[in-house]
Nanobody, 124 residues
Framework: EVQLVESGGGLVQAGGSLRLSCTASGFIFNDYAIGWFRQAPGKDREPVSCISSDGESYYADSVKGRFTISSRNFKNTVYLQMNSLKPEDTAVYFC??????????????????WGQGTQVTVFS
């Protein structure tokens, strides 16, 4: 059974940092693209950052230069380091897996396995 579990969310002041973790099980981690997506109240879910099995990455314009995605394949874990957080980053953050690793990365409809999400709240 494919499982993705997010952790690391929380409450942080604007300008602060958080690191989210996504730990996967039940599939060959190295063969998948893994992505981070977020959904704010009243808004559609949107891509944040994705990484392919060979390390190619994608970032949404709104997070470029502030967020960094990385993976530790031997730990089946993908991280999202979030720096210089802003109130508009407040959302539930989900990690998801694309078993076919299609390009371009981060097309949300290609991601078929999803975690339960972790809340990130940034206050000013």
């Amino acid at each position: 059974e494919v499982q993705l579990v997010e952790s690391g969310g929380g409450l942080v002041q604007a300008g602060g940092s958080l690191r989210l973790s996504c730990t996967a099980s039940g599939f060959i981690f190295n063969d998948y693209a893994i992505g981070w997506f977020r959904q704010a109240p009243g808004k559609d879910r949107e891509p944040v950052s994705c990484i392919s099995s060979d390390g190619e990455s994608y970032y949404a314009d709104s997070v470029k230069g502030r967020f960094t995605i990385s993976s530790r394949n031997f730990k089946n874990t993908v991280y999202l380091q979030m720096n210089s957080l802003k109130p508009e980053d407040t959302a539930v953050y989900f990690c998801a897996a694309d078993p076919d690793e299609r390009y371009p990365l981060c097309r949300i409809n290609e991601y078929v396995n999803w975690g339960q999400g972790t809340q990130v709240t940034v206050f000013s």
